[in-house]
């Protein structure tokens, strides 16, 4: 919407700062924050009211979450408002990356929202078929890859491109949908996975949106993606405005998800984000990238399968209790201790990422 006053920087030359997406970030991480800042607790307020009891807690989990009883859920919507907003106000709205990524998060948003709601109305934690909820996430994801596969370069669009190599890509055609899905679809679900300690997740997730902020940004600028030897995508440069927004929200988000938590994500945030920072990896062209930069959230995911897997083969268990987090607690870890240690492997994890940029 800002961006439009570019076409008036020759009758009114600072406006011409509305040109650079860089400016346009910052703007779009500040609004993100105050928004989320300001009407924050009031949608708190109007959850505790609406929810009750709250979101369920699980029976076998740690008896530390016990107390956590009574904490409202959906805070998801926090964020996905401060997000909107943000990104409605400051992108480029005539870019069709900025829709498609939008796209992606409000459907996840949407999935997640309709999952917490049957959780919190059945006083369960089961939500609705995790058979149609991941149709709905496949579908999604294969819509959005279809897109940017007809919106980008012919052939290069269709691609996988492997960091560390400078000249390997790997020609995909239709198939590029199915890699899209699982990027998409898998991010969805790891960061939901991951989502099971105050504060854990969204630090991560606001340490990838940085990291791929400025991937984005790198990789739809031509002269530095030729000097650094990274691929050019035209026009995803834009979409480090919504990595910015997704910084703002969660950070303010993180003022009331801190330990002892006010609010959960719950499905709404954490399926949304997921989701973004997919559609984003997809979209960059840095699909193997993101597993390296949310390579925590694979670590967690990868915790579940195998855990589910050898208790269903051999009959045991390889951990105390899966997610990866709930085996660290079950040990005698403190919740603050596995939540900041988290964050610490999230950013050395963020960093290997960014130097596949430079190490080709």
């Known amino acids: 919407m800002l961006?439009?006053?570019?076409?008036?920087?020759?009758?009114?030359?600072?406006?011409?700062?509305?040109?650079?997406?860089?400016?346009?970030?910052g703007g779009a991480i500040m609004t993100a924050l105050?928004?989320?800042?300001?009407?924050?607790?009031?949608?708190?307020?109007?959850?505790?009211?609406?929810?009750?009891?709250?979101?369920?807690?699980?029976?076998?989990?740690?008896?530390?979450?016990?107390?956590?009883?009574?904490?409202?859920?959906?805070?998801?919507?926090?964020?996905?408002?401060?997000?909107?907003?943000?990104?409605?106000?400051?992108?480029?709205?005539?870019?069709?990356?900025?829709?498609?990524?939008?796209?992606?998060?409000?459907?996840?948003?949407?999935?997640?929202?309709?999952?917490?709601?049957?959780?919190?109305?059945?006083?369960?934690?089961?939500?609705?078929?995790?058979?149609?909820?991941?149709?709905c996430e496949i579908l999604v994801a294969a819509l959005a890859s279809w897109l940017i596969m007809r919106i980008g370069s012919p052939g290069f669009s269709s691609s996988l491109t492997v960091p560390f190599f400078k000249t390997v890509v790997v020609p995909l055609g239709g198939f590029f949908i199915l890699l899209g899905v699982l990027v998409i679809a898998g991010a969805g679900n790891a960061v939901n996975l991951t989502d099971g300690l105050d504060g854990l997740a969204i630090v991560p997730v606001m340490i990838a949106a940085a990291t791929f902020g400025?991937?984005?940004?790198?990789?739809?600028?031509?002269?530095?993606?030729?000097?650094?030897?990274?691929?050019?995508?035209?026009?995803?440069?834009?979409?480090?405005?919504?990595?910015?927004?997704?910084?703002?929200?969660?950070?303010g988000f993180l003022w009331f998800n801190a330990p002892p938590a006010m609010i959960f994500m719950g499905d709404t945030g954490s399926l949304a984000l997921g989701g973004a920072l997919g559609a984003i990896a997809v979209a960059t062209k840095h699909e193997i990238v993101l597993a390296i930069v949310g390579g925590l959230f694979v670590l967690e995911t990868l915790s579940v399968i195998i855990q589910v897997a050898s208790f269903k083969l051999t009959g045991k268990r390889v951990f105390r209790m899966a997610p990866l987090h709930h085996h660290f607690e079950q040990k005698g870890w403190k919740e603050s201790t596995v939540v900041v240690r988290f964050w610490v492997i999230s950013v050395v994890l963020a960093l290997v990422g960014l130097a596949t940029l430079k190490l080709r």
Not at 95 to 118: E, M, P, Q
């Open 214 to 251: 400025l991937i984005a940004y790198l990789s739809g600028h031509y002269t530095f993606a030729r000097y650094l030897q990274i691929h050019f995508v035209s026009g995803v440069g834009e979409v480090a405005v919504i990595c910015g927004a997704l910084i703002g929200a969660g950070l």
């Open 3 to 25: 961006y439009s006053l570019v076409t008036l920087s020759d009758q009114i030359g600072p406006l011409n700062v509305f040109r650079y997406i860089t400016f346009r970030t």
């Open 34 to 135: 105050l928004f989320v800042f300001l009407f924050g607790p009031a949608i708190i307020d109007i959850l505790r009211i609406k929810q009750g009891k709250g979101q369920p807690i699980r029976e076998d989990g740690p008896a530390t979450h016990f107390a956590k009883r009574g904490t409202p859920t959906m805070g998801g919507l926090m964020i996905l408002s401060g997000v909107t907003v943000s990104t409605l106000l400051w992108a480029n709205l005539a870019n069709s990356y900025v829709w498609i990524v939008l796209f992606v998060t409000l459907s996840y948003g949407a999935i997640g929202f309709y999952d917490d709601y049957l959780k919190v109305t059945k006083a369960k934690t089961s939500g609705f078929s995790g058979k149609m909820r991941l149709l």
